[in-house]
C-alpha cells in the first residue's frame, strides 16, 4: 500500500525566508513517481514538481528546489525568499495511476 | 481556458436530495479521476474512469454514489439520498495517459454542502 507523510501541519514565516516542506513515503514499487501540488486559499490544486524514483538528481526551477532521497524515502520541497502569494496548504503525492495524498502542510508567509 | 471545468463551483442540497457534480476534462485528455476532500481525512481517491469505463472504483462508497464518463459530454458523479457526511469538496482531475509518470491536473473543485 502507498502511504505519504508530511509531519509538519502548519510553518509560518516572514517574507523572504526560505520554507522547506518534509515528505516520506513508503510503497513497495521499484519504480515510482511524487508529485507536490499546492492548494492556495481559493481552493484550487495546482501541479508544482514531479520526480521519478530513478533520478535522485536534485533540481531548482526558480524559487522551487527539490532533494530527493531514495535511501530515506524522503522527497523535500524547498520554497527560497518566500513570497506572501506563497501562502497556501502544500500536498506531497505518489502516483500509482491514483494520487495518494500526504495529510498536507500549511505554510503562511506574513509580510 | 482549456483547463480541467468542474461545475458547479458550490452545490447546496437538503438531506435526502441528489447531488449531481459535473467536470469536463481538459482537452485531448480521457482520463477522469475524482477525489474528495473532507475537513478531517485529507483528499482521497475515489474513481477513475476512462471514456465509458469504470477502471477503479476503490475509493467510492458502496453505496449511493456512482459516477460516469460517457461517449460524449462531461463525466458525472452522482450521489443520491445526501446526508450531512457528505459535505466536502469533490475534485476532479485529467491526464493524458495512464501512466503513473502522468500528472493529474485538476479542477477547481465543488464544495457541496449538505443542510
Known amino acids: 500500500a502507498q502511504k505519504v507523510t508530511q509531519a509538519q501541519t502548519e510553518i509560518s514565516v516572514v517574507e523572504k525566508e526560505d520554507v522547506t516542506l518534509d515528505c516520506v513515503y513508503e510503497?513497495?514499487?521499484?519504480?515510482?513517481?511524487l508529485f507536490w501540488y499546492k492548494q492556495p486559499p481559493s481552493g484550487e490544486l495546482v501541479f508544482l514538481i514531479r520526480r521519478n524514483s530513478f533520478d535522485e538528481q536534485n533540481e531548482i526551477s526558480g524559487r522551487y528546489s527539490w532533494n530527493f532521497q531514495k535511501s530515506t524515502s524522503s522527497f523535500n520541497f524547498t520554497i527560497t525568499a518566500s513570497q506572501v502569494v506563497d501562502s497556501a496548504v502544500y500536498f506531497c503525492?505518489?502516483?500509482?495511476?491514483?494520487?495518494?495524498f500526504g495529510a498536507g502542510t500549511t505554510v503562511t508567509v506574513r509580510a | 481556458n482549456a483547463g480541467v471545468m468542474q461545475n458547479p463551483r458550490h452545490l447546496v442540497r437538503r438531506r435526502g436530495q441528489e447531488a449531481r457534480l459535473r467536470c469536463s476534462p481538459m482537452?485531448?485528455?480521457?482520463?477522469v479521476y475524482w477525489y474528495r476532500q473532507l475537513p478531517e481525512e485529507g483528499l482521497k481517491f475515489m474513481v477513475y474512469l476512462q471514456k465509458e469505463n469504470i477502471i477503479d472504483e476503490s475509493g467510492m462508497p458502496k453505496e449511493r454514489f456512482s459516477a460516469e464518463f460517457p461517449k460524449e459530454g462531461p463525466s458525472i458523479l452522482r450521489i443520491q439520498q445526501v446526508v450531512r457526511g457528505d459535505s466536502a469538496a469533490y475534485f476532479c482531475?485529467?491526464?493524458?495517459?495512464?501512466?503513473?509518470?502522468?500528472?493529474?491536473?485538476f479542477g477547481d473543485g465543488t464544495r457541496l454542502s449538505i443542510l
Open positions: 510503497t513497495r514499487d521499484t519504480t515510482y513517481y
Open positions: 482531475a485529467s491526464s493524458l495517459g495512464q501512466g503513473a509518470d502522468q500528472p493529474q491536473h
Open positions: 503525492a505518489l502516483n500509482d495511476y491514483k494520487l495518494s
Open positions: 482537452k485531448g485528455h480521457s482520463h
